[in-house]
């Protein structure tokens, strides 16, 4: 067997109970400890886990130990065999120790249970810079979105109002984001043009990697409003609830809920009133082409234009029911998307020949534009 080199970083993957990704490939630096060796800390929300890959590696990046997978010819020589459970908790740090056997040349990763890989070169996906929306069908646009962007992904957006032309636009407002270390929405923060203070502010808890509550605060927290979400035992959004404010019962009621197919992609969802519980506001239906099944979808119309769908969303239909039990009226609006070479949204067309109000006028186009 040959000498092996000292220690230097461990690879490893780390999954969720139900098998989604959390942590792929990650690769972390060990120190000196003694006679052993530790870790630098990895940050993870509470909630159960599994270590799915434990590789050590050398200075040049050699797999020198490794931890076998249950089922693997070489599983039988350690204890605990990948995947591990563990449990991250908020009273304090949690110690991981799998055991680790030797690789030798003779070794191949199918001895340990892990699969063997070759690599692919991709470009990364540009990024969203602007939106533009003409508005009925105007040759200049209304309304612009910029987005700029920070180490962590999305930092800012603002919105414009453009009149009479796009040399004339105006700021009307600003989102800011803030992220935990793992990456995920923190805070986002909508700034008023004119006076530049915070005016309304969204704080996010999470569940394990599911978005468990949005807490909304007006007027520098002086009222708030709380949206939380409920998921199905295989993590499918079913409902959310709201807790407003403005309400002098501050009870829970339905806000939004939602219809699947089998594969789990949204089919419809129901938007209720918000400040009255007995009445149906919106219907969302979405139509899908070969692609399926939405990756992200939009909860209001505010934010229509302000977070795109992806390809895989080929329309989508809004209704307006003014209360329970009255019958909807002859007027809804429909979006069709286009899209690019790379699956990114290129343009939506809104049919609304009614000209509800609801969202855009009938006519309306909105624009995607990427950096290069």
Same mark, same amino acid.
């Given at each position: 067997?040959?000498?092996?080199?000292?220690?230097?970083?461990?690879l490893?993957?780390i999954e969720d109970?139900d098998?989604?990704?959390?942590?792929?490939n990650k690769k972390?630096?060990?120190?000196?400890?003694?006679n052993?060796?530790?870790s630098?800390s990895?940050?993870?929300?509470?909630?159960?886990y599994q270590l799915?890959?434990?590789?050590?590696l050398d200075a040049d990046?050699?797999v020198i130990?490794?931890?076998?997978v249950?089922?693997?010819?070489l599983a039988?020589y350690?204890?605990d065999?990948l995947p591990i459970?563990?449990?991250v908790?908020?009273?304090?740090?949690?110690l991981?120790?799998?055991?680790v056997?030797?690789v030798?040349?003779?070794?191949? /990763?199918?001895?340990f249970?892990y699969?063997?890989? *070759?690599f692919?070169v991709?470009t990364p996906?540009p990024?969203l810079?602007?939106?533009?929306v003409?508005?009925?069908g105007?040759?200049?646009?209304t309304?612009?979105?910029?987005y700029?962007?920070s180490?962590?992904g999305?930092?800012?957006?603002?919105?414009?109002y453009c009149?009479?032309?796009e040399q004339n636009?105006?700021?009307s407002a600003?989102?800011k984001f803030? #992220?935990?270390?793992d990456?995920?929405?923190?805070?986002?923060?909508?700034y008023?043009?004119?006076t530049?203070n915070v005016?309304?502010?969204d704080i996010?808890e999470y569940?394990?990697?599911l978005?468990?509550?949005?807490n909304?605060y #007006?007027?520098?927290y002086n009222? *708030?409003n709380?949206?939380?979400?409920?998921?199905?035992q295989?993590?499918?959004l079913?409902?959310s609830?709201l807790?407003?404010?403005y309400?002098s019962e501050?009870?829970n009621y339905?806000?939004?809920?939602y219809t699947?197919?089998e594969?789990? *992609?949204i089919?419809?969802?129901?938007?209720?009133?918000?400040?009255n519980?007995?009445?149906?506001r919106f219907?969302?239906?979405?139509t899908f082409d070969q692609?399926?099944?939405?990756?992200l979808?939009?909860t209001?119309i505010?934010?229509?234009?302000?977070?795109p769908?992806?390809?895989?969303v080929a329309s989508i239909?809004l209704?307006?029911?003014?209360q329970?039990?009255?019958? /909807?009226p002859?007027?809804?609006?429909?979006?069709?998307?286009?899209?690019?070479a790379?699956?990114?949204?290129?343009?939506?067309?809104t049919?609304n /020949?009614?000209?509800c109000?609801l969202?855009?006028m009938d006519?309306?186009?909105v624009q995607?534009f990427?950096?290069?």
């Open positions: 067997m040959e000498t092996l080199t000292k220690p230097v970083a461990v490893l993957s109970n098998g989604n990704s959390i942590e792929q972390i630096l060990l120190y000196t400890f003694g052993g060796y530790v630098e990895l940050q993870l929300a509470t909630g159960t799915a890959q434990f590789m050590v990046n050699k130990y490794a931890t076998p249950e089922g693997s010819e039988q350690v204890n065999p459970e563990f449990v908790s908020d009273d304090g740090t949690t991981v120790t799998p055991q056997l030797a030798d040349a003779d070794n191949t /990763p199918e001895n249970g699969v063997r890989f *070759s692919e991709v996906l990024r810079t602007q939106i533009k003409f508005e009925g105007l040759s200049y646009a309304h612009m979105l910029d700029t962007y180490n962590n999305l930092d800012e957006v603002k919105f414009y009149y009479p032309d636009c105006n700021t600003w989102y803030e #992220y935990y270390p990456g995920r929405i923190k805070g986002r923060y909508l008023d043009a004119i530049g005016v309304e502010t996010y569940e394990g990697i978005t468990k509550k949005i909304h #007006y007027d520098q009222t *708030s709380a949206v939380e979400f409920f998921y199905d295989n993590n499918k079913t409902h609830t807790s407003s404010g309400s501050n009870s339905r806000l939004s809920e699947h197919n594969d789990g *992609s089919t419809e969802h129901v938007y209720l009133d918000g400040l519980k007995d009445g149906l219907i969302f239906t979405y692609y399926n099944t939405p990756s979808y939009n209001g505010a934010e229509w234009v302000m977070f769908v992806n390809k895989n239909t209704k307006e029911i003014y329970a039990g009255d019958p /909807p002859d007027c809804s609006t429909n979006q069709a998307y286009q899209y690019n790379l699956g990114l949204p290129e343009s939506y067309v049919s /020949p009614e000209n109000y969202g855009f006519g309306t186009v995607y990427y950096n290069q």
